[in-house]
């Protein structure tokens, strides 16, 4: 099957422009995927979701939804996507409730049907009641929650979101993935962009990170975990007066620093380190066990491992 999102190297150069925003990207996302773009500021990121919403003209490359090319037919790919800026572009000389149906209007839903699909989408992102209420009133939550709704208007297959949960506090955001894990199970097929590794982490089936407008990586968020060379092992806290390195040394590759009067944080680097051998090993050089627990390299020890700690 062909993929829903299909970016074929994909360029572009803003007029006036010293280098390419955008520098050979390609990648495909499957029906019902939630795919993550990470990458620094000014990776090219939103530059590739304007190509792939019509927002933006390609200086080359196919970019493909839906297998329609998004350049060649733009009315028709709007039909089956939606987008999520980066920017909030509400209209704000209307109201809530006027926002949503005039969206619904310009996709030819009846006026019925689109003050239906309204009032529903307003409880379904909590905002009932709040319809008749002016957008400039709204908080950053609400708007971000409207700008949403709005975009679910006319039912898209794949919805773009740039940065959707930026600014919000922990309720909102916790509130976001529920809708993107809702979407999700309905099949509608979700590229995200986020500087949070952690929602990437938890959303993504898959991710491509982007440097200068290329793609850097691609793969799961644990195939990704992988490049990192001493992600995984067991950390151990262990009292003792002396170093107990030395005693664990055979279970692998040992790091260990002092952590307090007496007390030892030291790390087993391996993904097949056994607990019990680790304890019985510390035990047999005189340590006590304060704590033991698994680790794993994060998502973003992973970016910082691939971009590099520059300022974009
Ligand atoms: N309308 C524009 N005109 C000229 N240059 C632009 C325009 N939009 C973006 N750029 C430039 O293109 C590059 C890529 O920008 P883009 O907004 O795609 O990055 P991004 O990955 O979305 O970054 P961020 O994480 O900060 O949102 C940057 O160098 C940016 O300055
Ligand atoms: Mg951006």
Not at 239 to 258: K, T
Request: aromatic share 4%.
């Amino acid at each position: 099957m062909a993929p829903i999102i299909d970016v074929a190297d994909l360029h572009k150069t803003y007029a006036g422009a010293k280098s390419e925003a955008v520098a050979g990207v390609s990648f495909g996302v499957e029906e019902g995927e939630v795919f993550g773009l990470l990458g620094p500021n000014g990776a090219g990121k939103t530059t590739t979701i304007g190509t792939l919403t019509t927002r933006v003209r390609p200086s080359s490359g196919r970019v493909v939804v839906d297998g329609i090319d998004v350049v060649a037919d733009p009315v028709a790919a709007k039909r089956v996507i939606a987008v999520v800026p980066q920017r909030p572009n509400l209209d704000r000389s209307l109201n809530a409730l006027e926002n949503l149906t005039f969206h619904g209007a310009y996709f030819g839903f009846s006026r019925r049907e689109r003050r239906r699909r309204a009032d529903e989408l307003l409880a379904q992102l909590g905002l009932e009641g709040r319809g008749d209420d002016r957008v400039d009133n709204y908080s950053g939550g609400m708007a971000q929650r409207l700008i949403i709704a709005r975009a679910l208007m006319h039912d898209p297959r794949v919805l773009f979101l740039d940065e959707p949960t930026t600014g919000l506090d922990p309720q909102s955001r916790l509130f976001l993935w529920d809708q993107m894990e809702a979407l999700k199970a309905r099949g509608v097929t979700l590229l995200l962009t986020t500087h949070d590794m952690a929602e990437a982490d938890r959303l993504c089936d898959r991710i491509a990170i982007v440097d200068h407008g290329k793609v850097i990586a691609s793969d799961t968020p644990r195939g990704l975990r992988r490049v990192l060379p001493d992600a995984e092992g067991l950390e151990l806290r262990l009292a003792l007066a002396a170093d107990p390195a030395a005693s664990l040394r055979a279970l692998g590759e040992v790091a260990s620093e002092a952590d307090g009067e007496d007390e030892w944080k030291v790390r087993i680097y391996g993904s097949d380190v056994a607990p019990g051998a680790a304890i019985a090993a510390a035990e047999a050089g005189g340590a006590r066990l304060v704590d033991l627990r698994r680790i794993e390299g994060t998502l973003e020890d992973v970016f910082v491992h691939l971009t590099g700690r520059d300022l974009r």
